[in-house]
């Protein structure tokens, strides 16, 4: 009974420890996301060339290997 | 005799005359460099109307940004190898069992509610069994 009282007990104090981290992780991940969804609104043209030309090379690598 | 610069002897042109010649030439050539260039934005620009590229970006920034890795991807001679195999292997292995597991889970409910049936069954016999 004490050892699952314990055990209750570490693990709200673990939860209690990491929860603002990962709320911060979130956060921060989000408003990476939304930087990332604005940028590639803001321009298209030069993202999309961009990914065309990543692809390409990852393309070429890979056909090299191959 | 006097030397006429409009007029020069053996029926050669006149010194300025090639360089106006050139000159010419030059304007033309750049004419039809414009032209050219603004035939192929216009092209451009209709065919970025026609896919409706911006309106697809504004919709699915990930999914238009990873369909032109893909683009590039096959333009660069990626499709054809090894590497390719692997990725299909995975989303197949993926979709699978994203498809499979809740089939499985229902499968598993099913079996679950007719074993508990069963058992309420068997009970219910066994209490009339009692009873008499």
């Known amino acids: 009974m004490e050892m699952t009282e314990k055990i209750e007990e570490t693990a709200r104090e673990l939860g209690a420890r990491v929860r603002p981290q990962i709320e911060e992780a979130r956060r921060r991940f989000s408003s990476f996301n939304d930087t990332a969804i604005g940028y590639i609104k803001e321009n298209p043209g030069k993202c999309l060339v961009g990914a065309v030309a990543v692809g390409f090379l990852i393309g070429k690598i890979a056909g090299r290997r191959g | 005799m006097e030397t006429q610069p409009d007029n020069p002897p053996n029926g050669r042109a006149p010194a300025g005359d090639g360089t106006k010649k050139l000159g010419k030439r030059i304007e033309r050539v750049g004419h039809t460099a414009e032209q050219v260039w603004d035939r192929t934005r216009d092209s451009v620009t209709d065919l970025g ?5 911006k309106g697809r970006v504004d919709r699915h920034p990930y999914g238009t940004v990873a369909a032109a890795i893909g683009i590039g991807y096959v333009l660069g001679g990626g499709l054809f190898t090894p590497l390719t195999g692997r990725i299909v292997r995975l989303g197949l292995r993926i979709g699978m069992r994203l ?8 499968e598993v409910a099913e079996l679950i509610e007719t074993i508990e049936d069963e058992e309420v069954g068997k009970s219910k016999k066994a209490n009339a069994n009692k009873g008499r």
Not at chain 2, 49 to 53: G, K, P, Q, T, Y
Not at chain 2, 99 to 106: D, E, I, S, W
């Open chain 2, 49 to 53: 109307e026609a896919l409706d590229i």
């Open chain 2, 99 to 106: 498809a499979v597991l809740p089939m499985l889970k229902q």
